[in-house]
């Protein structure tokens, strides 16, 4: 436990590191799809695996229901980060990433606002 603690947090400060290149690079007010594109150049680089716009299947007792929900990106199997571009994070934005981690089995999640003046503002970590 402590050790895959361990692993989380590293992996968790990573991801918050290459988004806030992103983030310094471009600054706040873009499109959510363009801090997207970027952060997903940032795990090439840094040689941690990841997945861009993973499609999330939902059941309800036992149909899968034709809707295609995606995941922003999901890192190494083990977080997910949704991102962002709005006035403030909001309480619904902390349970959606939250219904995304109970319907993966993934136990982490990051939540990152690019819309920010200061990243560190618009980062929130999530755990199961």
């Given amino acids: ?3 895959e603690l361990m692993d989380i947090n590293q ?7 290459a988004a ?6 471009l600054g706040p007010g873009l499109l959510e799809s363009i801090y ?16 861009r716009q993973r499609e999330l299947p939902i ?4 149909v899968t229901l034709d809707c295609k929900y995606r995941l ?3 890192v190494d199997e083990r977080l997910i980060v949704e991102l962002k571009t709005c006035e403030s994070l909001q309480p619904i934005h ?3 990433l939250l219904t995304y981690l109970r319907l993966t ?4 999640g990051l939540l990152i606002n690019f819309n920010v003046p200061a990243l560190k503002e618009g980062i929130k970590r999530l755990a199961l």
Avoid: N
Wanted: aromatic share 6%.
């Fill in 1 to 3: 436990m402590i050790g």
């Fill in 11 to 17: 992996l968790t400060g990573k991801v918050i590191g």
């Fill in 20 to 25: 806030i290149d992103v983030h310094k690079s």
């Fill in 36 to 51: 997207e594109e970027c952060l997903c150049i940032e795990p090439g680089l840094r040689k941690i695996p990841f997945e």
């Fill in 59 to 62: 059941e309800y007792k036992g």
């Fill in 72 to 74: 922003d990106i999901v």
């Fill in 94 to 96: 902390q349970a959606k």
């Fill in 105 to 108: 089995g993934i136990k982490y």
